[in-house]
């Protein structure tokens, strides 16, 4: 084939064969033969061959194919896709596929590879471009694909040989520009693609028919779509082609594509549901691999090895410290969502002059500091709107300036407690600066078959009596639940209902098993396999602090609790359930502990307005057994103290655990058997369930088992304590709109009166005797002492 640009040499297209399957192994040990999209081997069975014009012309061709099979209507093809070099062998444009950020070289993570023309499945469609020249070179003894050589032997992920004359590559780069979105940190707007998706992720947004325009323009063809573009649960969505898949990352605001062997080990792994999360990247070179092809994802990446196959590759990223900077309220930070601030920019807008050598002092510790907003998501306004909620609902809130809450991301192994020591000595402008602690899973009438082995759902004093708020109709209908932590295996449960949307933040594979049980509890399905969770019709969502620096790109990453957590409560109205399954690293006394969330200040500010709302928040205490009394926080004060004056009340609900049987004390060690953790204990808790023994949703072997659960061994912790007291608040705020209060009319109830109503000894079981737990709410006295 003459491969000059403008040459109308012929040349054959090879059609594919979906019939056949053949292992990536076998494709690599072919000698002559080239494979089907399902890799099998053997030209006249699995190929086509049919004239079409060369290279040159075969995209304008695809595409106006393709506008042919729309009836005329338009697409727009993104600017991307005639960015970079022309390459004038080829007439493709070629740019860098990109690395992420830090990959240099070989390894593990890959690095950059070498720019060059684009392909894909094309070999699979009329995009797919051989001269008969080539083809016959690709016939002799030796298969090319043996002897690297410049654009030549290469495989893509679908398995298939293609020779120096074989143009196209299989990742359209330059069509795409998705290396854009691997760089910094976001800063723009949320924007909206034309399709509804909403994007935090770059200033353009390349919806799914704009990408596939884009692939068909530089010479990807993965036919014609054989599906409706499909939303996912994050608000990100997928459309399936002939050869291939799209999907829309909701963050990034790009579209990326998969297919091959590498697409069908995604959907093999439970596709976005799987804990890889969205390609950032369409399939590209992978330098690491001899002629190696992969696709990156957010948790990770899939690399197709000609020698191998396909294998996994979970990024282990490296958590980035950081320190909480609150500036004196009342006092002005020009700072916006997205924005930073440098230590001269910070000094001259926020600090003033006379502060010159601490300010220097600081630089010195972590030159080329950066300030950000704490709470980044929202606008100052849209907080506002919040606060003038709070206020109406409890007019005894004040509020403090969430604007003025700033973060500073630092290297790994930084020593974050002498740089807060240094900005605590901004007397004036800084309130208090300090480590901010990392935070961790809080560990790990029915036909149920499993209900009679949920004994905490049993009547006291075994449990929560929860058939009593069964038997009134109360199951948590009309009403909102949302669970902050890190990852819940979302990709079909059997016991989970389908549709549980991600609002926000990775969701982490490694938590899978954690989060899975967790909402099992409070919303397992009331069907005829499993268990069944206390509200089983609550509305859920879930939203994960855990999030990547720079957002969903990196391989490090940064945890967002206090952000998570006013994400969430912004979604919910009076009346609605937010669950804090979180614990936060404490030193008391100089140990080492786990201690509730609500023990950072950016944390606690979060939960109080979500509280002042009317939405009630249920805290895990942590699993410990920390003297939550004698802690003492950031400001110097016994925060958890209930009788100290520095005594600080979010309006939360801290939970405790006890044992499975009564009276339900405090365990003294951790129990492999039932899986039982020593809970915090102290007079900030208000309530109790079982730490051990609670069968749910999940399985730590096999997260991914759709029919999994906690059984052998069951789940435990304060983090299985919890959602059975969130479970509880949904089914009495049911039962204030459905029944006659004994005080009051029927409505919702605000979160201050819920705590009460739970923590009455007269609607409750106590726990025993200096275990310092709080009570556990009993719903059939509850419902005999508060209606009528």
């Given amino acids: 084939m003459d491969g000059r640009p403008g040459s109308q040499a012929r040349a054959r297209v090879r059609l594919p064969c979906a019939e056949h399957g053949r292992t990536a192994g076998d494709a690599a040990g072919g000698k002559h033969r080239l494979p089907c999209t399902a890799g099998r081997f053997g030209r006249s069975a699995c190929l086509t061959d049919g004239d079409v014009p060369n290279v ?6 695809a595409r106006r194919g393709g506008e042919r099979r729309r009836r005329g209507r338009r697409q727009r093809v993104p600017g991307g896709a005639r960015q970079g070099t022309l390459r004038p062998e080829h007439g493709l444009p070629a740019t860098a596929a990109g690395a992420l950020p830090g990959q240099t070289g070989t390894g593990p993570a890959g690095a950059r590879p070498a720019a060059g023309p ?85 200033g353009t947004v390349t919806s799914i028919d704009d990408k596939h325009a884009g692939l068909l ?111 004196v309220d009342g006092t002005f930070v020009p700072l916006g969502p997205g924005g930073a601030l440098t230590l001269t920019d910070f000094a001259n807008a926020v600090v003033g002059p006379g502060f010159e050598p601490l300010i220097a002092v600081v630089g010195s510790l972590l030159p080329g500091l950066l300030l950000r907003r704490v709470f980044d998501t929202h606008t100052g306004d849209e907080i506002q709107v919040m606060i003038d909620e709070a206020r109406a609902a409890d007019p005894g809130y004040s509020a403090p300036d ?25 007397a004036g402008t800084v309130e208090y600066a300090y480590t901010t602690p990392l935070a961790s899973d809080p560990v790990v009438g029915t036909s149920n078959p499993l209900f009679s082995r949920q004994g905490y759902l049993r009547p006291a004093l075994d ?33 989970l209902p389908t549709g549980i949307r991600l609002l926000g933040g990775h969701n ?50 940064r945890q967002e609790l206090a952000n998570a957590v006013m994400v969430a409560q912004a979604q919910l109205r009076f009346g609605d359930v937010l669950l804090l399954e979180a614990q936060l690293q404490a030193t008391i006394s100089g140990v080492k502990h786990l201690v509730p ?60 655990g006890g044992s499975s049987a009564p009276p339900h004390g405090r365990l003294t060690a951790p129990n492999p058997v039932t899986n039982g953790k020593v809970s915090g204990f102290g007079t900030r808790i208000d309530c109790y369930s079982w730490v051990e023994n609670v069968v749910t949703c999940g399985n730590p072997a096999a997260p991914r088992k759709k029919d999994g659960y906690w059984t052998a061994p069951p789940f435990g912790g304060t983090s299985a304590a919890a959602p059975v007291i969130a479970g509880v608040c949904l089914l009495v705020q049911n039962l204030f709109q459905t029944l006659n209060p004994a005080t009051g009319a029927p409505g919702k109830i605000p979160a201050t009166r819920m705590r009460d109503v739970l923590t009455r000894p007269l609607n409750s079981s106590p726990g025993a005797p200096g275990a310092f737990l709080g009570v556990m709410p009993d719903l059939q006295k509850l419902i005999g002492n508060e209606f009528v």
């Avoid at 699979?124 to 043996?146: E, K």
């Avoid at 969430?402 to 901004?426: E, H, K, M, R, V």
């Avoid at 038997?471 to 295996?489: C, M, N, P, R, T």
């Avoid at 200040?601 to 939550?628: E, Q």
């Fill in 56 to 61: 040159q012309a075969a995209a304008p061709a």
């Fill in 118 to 202: 684009l392909s894909g499945p094309a070999a699979h469609a009329a995009g797919r471009v051989r001269s008969q020249r080539g083809c016959r070179r690709t016939r002799r003894s030796r298969p090319r694909h043996l002897t690297p050589r410049p654009q030549s032997g290469r495989r893509c992920s679908a398995g298939r040989h293609r020779a120096r004359c074989a143009v196209p590559k299989s990742t359209p780069s330059a069509c795409c520009s998705s290396q854009r979105g691997l760089g910094g940190r976001v800063t723009s707007p949320a924007i909206t693609s034309k399709q509804g998706h909403t994007s935090e992720g770059c």
């Fill in 217 to 327: 323009a530089s010479g990807l063809n993965l036919g014609a779509p054989v599906g409706p573009e499909e939303v996912l649960y994050d608000g990100g969505s997928t459309r399936p082609f002939e050869f291939g898949r799209i999907l829309f990352h909701p963050r990034i605001g790009e579209a990326f594509e998969l297919h091959g062997l590498i697409l069908s080990t995604y959907l093999e792994l439970g596709a976005e549901y799987g804990g890889l999360g969205h390609p950032v990247t369409d399939e590209i070179d992978d330098a690491a691999v001899p002629f190696g092809r992969r696709n990156v994802f957010e948790q990770g990446s899939l690399r197709f090895d000609p020698a191998v196959g396909v294998t996994q590759e979970v990024f282990e990223r490296q958590l980035v410290p950081s320190v909480t900077v609150k500036v």
């Fill in 402 to 426: 969430f604007n003025n809450f700033l973060a500073i991301d630092c290297p790994p192994g930084f020593d974050t407690d002498g740089l807060a020591a240094a900005l605590s000595q901004l």
């Fill in 463 to 495: 449990g929560i009596g929860v058939q009593a708020a069964w038997a009134k109709g109360a199951d948590g209908s009309g009403l909102q639940f949302i669970d902050v932590e890190q990852g819940w295996f979302l990709g079909g449960h059997q016991d």
């Fill in 508 to 557: 982490t594979a490694a938590s899978f098993p954690h989060g899975t049980a967790v909402i099992g509890e409070v919303i397992g399905a009331d069907n005829t396999v499993g268990i069944c969770g206390i509200a089983p019709a609550a509305a859920t969502r879930v939203m994960s602090y855990n999030q990547s620096n720079p957002p969903f790109n990196s391989f490090q990453s």
């Fill in 597 to 656: 969330a609500e023990t950072d200040p950016a944390v606690f500010a979060a939960v109080r307005l979500a509280t002042a709302r009317g939405v009630s928040v249920v805290a895990a205490a942590g699993n410990s057994g920390a003297p939550l009394d004698q802690f003492v926080g950031p400001q110097g004060r016994h925060s958890l103290d209930r009788q100290s004056p520095d005594f600080q009340d979010s309006g939360a609900i801290v939970v405790g």
